[in-house]
């Protein structure tokens, strides 16, 4: 490492709670060392002194919910060599993204009537995805401060990242959690990605998604754990849908045998 | 001739911010702090959800106060389906209400407020002659982040506060960790409020204005309750909300603006010092009536002293807290609704002023919802004071530095973002 240069990196926030950027900040053990190991050059919710200059990681949090936003994220991406999804709102959209109906145009009427913003101008939320390429995606509402710093260790090292492929049940099991389910309470552990730690569960209370939905092979078998204790489609959609943003139909699309058959 | 002064971007509560001011032939043309931020139409996204998930929902609006939605959400969602909580649950929720408090004025007065007010770009660079006060500072913070973790189940948009009650209490050994640690930070606070209580504020923006804030139902200090007190003497039932904060559109700003009787008000912890301050009780009291005078009624920038003074509360407030959650044993149920249809109004104290949650339920399911956040409610406020001090200014002949700074301090003295942006603006001459 000593001959080589450190990597210049950069933290950006889109619309959101700010909570993913909040997580690396709220991590004061780790953040000394998190700043000593690369040149931060832009993160503007901790430091003023920003250039935005060519960077090697950008990190990316919030989804895009205005023309100008877009335009900005391409311009980020352009002067980027890895660019990295951070939080639910990057990767799926965020509950902005929910799919609901009636659509996004008759909402946002519905909220602000006939008027018109003077300053941006509003566009239907969308993960980054849908403006840029993402090269890593790392879930989470808000993201987990293990798994940041672990993913961006790896980067450091020039190492591709890899992110836990099981459900939210596999970790309960470990963690040796009654399973809920088993107790009649309503859980979608068996498919939303694991990486929290069953924080939910541990607590005596159901997963409610905010890692999106698991992609992983046994998925028909899980899915079909949750059609077998008697919870309906709809109600698995809708518990599903608050956390996946626009990944929730593309998952549906992906998913084969008994989760495309319901669709 | 033109000036303008534009201040972009200025980071804000959940994101993007902006100051713009133009000046004509020497008279004020306009004053805007622009709310910038994406739009989110959380209100229609929680419409079919069950009360629990809704919860869930409502408090991804906002990171720092994350708590606060929570607990405005199932304050009015527990009164919509008819609930009652155990006195445990409801002595743990407020446990993890001040960790907020303390999480958030202590960012604010620590990284924020204090380099502005000592002349330094950030806390980092005020490290050499203040590292006490600022590492001091941040373990308040830290603390402040350990109760919102423990309590709420995660650092940020814990999920263990739920309707009825909490998924898993803390045992008690961990709360009586938690006693000491507040005593022991308690001089640290203190020491903050002296800092901040001598310091001199400019005047030259100053007139009065209206300030409203929970009125708690023991009658003490507080930072929750069912009535409103307003600083004219009117104590208000929360129902009536809607025409205390008369919400409307403004073409500059995504989020909507507040008018009580046609006039801009203040929320947040000066207008709770302003209007409860004398309720205040040992070493919090006394620095009260040290510091507070007649000028905190109509300048904002004393918004910094009065969070400080609220650290101290907080503190002081958290080893009772922790002996009335000790007074049960055993951990209660989730307490169970009476009813699936009805409609609840919520409201608490979030750090940066009253919140609102107000719900219908039928059947079960939300059928509508109507927030007010707190940041709203003071943009009119903030937007005429900075308009004053940029009349005020001009008189002097300021230049455009003065006038840039100035402004910020005002807008910043409103708490609207934890970003350390102290020299984030951008100065066009036309």
Redesign the interface.
Known sequence: MDKKEKLNIGLYGFTGCNGDQLVILHSEDQLLDFWKSANIKSFSLAKSDNEEIELDIAFVEGSICNEEQAKHLKEIRSRSKLLIAIGACACYGGIQAMEVSPSWEERFKAVYGENVLEVRTPIPPQPLSAFVKVDFALPGCPIDAKQFFLMFTQLLHGHTPHLPDYPVCAECRWKENDCLLLKGIFCIGPVVAGGCGAVCPSHGLPCVGCWGPVVEGNVDSQWNLLKEKGYSLEAIKRRLSIHSGKGLSEWFKKMAGAVSNET | MKREIVVE?M?RV??EGSIHIQIENGKVKKVHF????????????V???TP??EV??AC?????C?LSHRYAALRALEKALGIKIHAKAHWMRTLMHLGEFLESNALHVFLLALPDFFGY??A?AMLDKYAEEVTQG?EIK?FG?KIMRLTS????????P?IGG???YLDKETLLALQKEADALLPFAERAVHLLGKLDFPSYFEEETTFMCCEPENGEYGIVGDRIRISDGEVVPVEEYQRLTNEM?S????AKHCLYKGKPYTVGALARMNNLGERLNGVASTLFETYWNKRWLKNPLYNNVAQAIELVWCLQQIPFVIENILEHVDDPPLAKPTRNTGEGVGAVEAPRGTLYHHYWIKDGLVAKANLIIPTGQSLEDLEKYMRKAVEALLQQNADDETLRLQSEMIARAYDPC???????VSLERI
Request: proline share 5%; with cysteine.
């Open positions: 971007p980071s959940e994101g622009n709310i910038l931020e994406g739009t989110r139409l959380i209100e229609t996204l419409i079919g959800k629990e998930e869930s929902i991804r609006i906002c990171a720092i994350t770009p950030s980092i941040l830290k982040n189940g995660r650092m940020i948009h814990g999920e263990n739920t909490f998924g898993k559109f073409p500059h700003s995504s934890i970003s350390c942006s102290t020299h984030l």
